[in-house]
């Protein structure tokens, strides 16, 4: 079999302007602090989502001396949020920042007082709801002047891609994909600690057979300026994994999708070993896995 690992970078660069509402103030007091976030509409993107489904900015102020915590979410409208919170001059903050879509229907993803990023893959698995950006400022200071954080994205994203060649050679040989029934299993980390960077220990996710992606158009990869066919896929199934900017490795993703083969159900499962997923960044898996296996 055939297979092409691809590693494609995501660089996301996010202005947060912070700006103080008092000049030259007293040690000890407090002052309302602004920040302005914009999420560029235009972000260069993974393979589905723009970035516009983003909704909601949560914000932790974490003072380092006393332990308290500022801790509330704000609508991200047209792009842009402005966070305010009150802290103390002279103090040291640990902030951060974190953005997604903010929908608690069935959603994936949940946030807690602890700055703890908490991912249900399974409900992840094939739907477009990890597309979040976060931001962490140590030992931050209330000062005079602007600063530009970078917001980046926590999670890499997987694709498991059927090259054109393979879907075509599968339906010579009488093979249609039950699009409601395909099936990722891994090994990944489950929670990321914003104040750390931090990630738990992988745990073992399975998910319940899940809807295909959308068929109707190849994602067309390029090399240089024109678009390599063969290397160009219909995504087959993909999910956001959390990962930090190291070479994380999967050591084992197995890939499973149903069907009929002349009318005759059937299933066709595969098994990837030693994947590289990087954050902010996505690893597309790409092979003749149908053709290969069917007779």
Partial sequence: MKLFILLIGLMILVSVACQR?????????????????????????????????????WFWAFNLENQDVFFKSFDVVDGSATVKADLVNGVKYTLCFWAQNGDQNDNPISVNENAEILVDYPKMINQDRGDCFCATLQDFTIGGSSQVVELRRPFAQLNIGLSYADTTAAGVKGFHADKANTKLLFYAPTKLDLKTGELSEPKFVQNTPANLPPWDALVEVKDGDQIDPEKSFARAGFCYILADGTNEILSTVSFYIAGKQYGVPCGIQEEFTNIPVYANQQTNVLGAFLDDTLQ
């Fill in 21 to 57: 509402e008092a000049a030259a103030p007293e040690a000890g007091s407090t002052e309302t602090v602004t920040f302005n976030v914009s999420i560029p509409a235009d972000v260069p993107t993974k393979a589905i989502g723009d970035g516009s489904q983003i909704d909601q900015l």
